[in-house]
Structures are given as structure tokens and as C-alpha cells.
Nanobody, 126 residues
Framework: QVQLVESGGGTVQAGGSLRLSCLASGHTFSSRTVGWFRQAPGKEREFVAGVTWNGGSTDYGDSVKGRFTISRDNTKNTVYLQMNNLKSEDTAVYYC???????????????????WGQGTQVTVSS
């Protein structure tokens, strides 16, 4: 089992920055791809960013490329999402998720993630 707890959400003005953290428990965490997803009211859950177990590969949703950076520190069981140049359309609940351990995985596919945090609200004001 992997348990994830997000933190760092809040309200920020457009153009500002925010860093989200995802603290994980479970000894298999360091072996898992971890992603960030977000969901705005009335919208489907959207892939934001993902990072493989060793940090060797990252991927980002088109809407956040160049602005967001995902990283992980396996010694601290923590994954981060640095969000810069925030826009009003970034307003959403942000979730971190840990993927399954099978070799074939789509980093952008929410269905490949087995464990989810409760989410943290990010609100960007214009």
C-alpha cells in the first residue's frame, strides 16, 4: 500500500509561483512512477506532470510545459511540483498519484495510477 498526502496549495496571483509537495508512505514508493493530475469543477481529471521512479524521465501536459517542473526526492519519499507563471486556468484541485509496478505504463494515463492523494486546492486569481 502507498499513501499520499499533498500539501502546498493555496491562493496565488496570476504570474506567481507555488510549490506543491506529495509526501508518501510505503516502501514501494521509490519504485513507482508518480504523477500530478488536476481537476477543475465540471472538468475531467487532467494530466499535469509525471516522473519515473529514478527521475530519469519526465512528462508534462501541454498546458503546463515550460512553467511547471516535477521532481522527486526518494530519500524523503516526496515528490514536488514547482509551478511558475501561474495562470487563472491553472485553478484546480491538484492530486498526486503513484502508478502500478508493471513494466508497461503510460505516464499520462490516470488509469495506470493505483494510489491517489486527497488533493490540494490551487486557486489563481487574475
Amino acid at each position: 500500500q502507498v499513501q499520499l498526502v499533498e500539501s502546498g496549495g493555496g491562493t496565488v496571483q496570476a504570474g506567481g509561483s507555488l510549490r506543491l509537495s506529495c509526501l508518501a508512505s510505503g516502501h514501494t514508493f521509490s519504485s513507482r512512477t508518480v504523477g500530478w493530475f488536476r481537476q477543475a469543477p465540471g472538468k475531467e481529471r487532467e494530466f499535469v506532470a509525471g516522473v519515473t521512479w529514478n527521475g530519469g524521465s519526465t512528462d508534462y501536459g501541454d498546458s503546463v510545459k515550460g512553467r511547471f517542473t516535477i521532481s522527486r526526492d526518494n530519500t524523503k519519499n516526496t515528490v514536488y511540483l514547482q509551478m511558475n507563471n501561474l495562470k487563472s486556468e491553472d485553478t484546480a484541485v491538484y492530486y498526486c498519484a503513484a502508478a502500478h509496478l508493471r513494466p508497461r505504463l503510460s505516464i499520462t494515463d490516470a488509469f495506470d495510477y493505483d494510489y491517489w492523494g486527497q488533493g490540494t486546492q490551487v486557486t489563481v486569481s487574475s
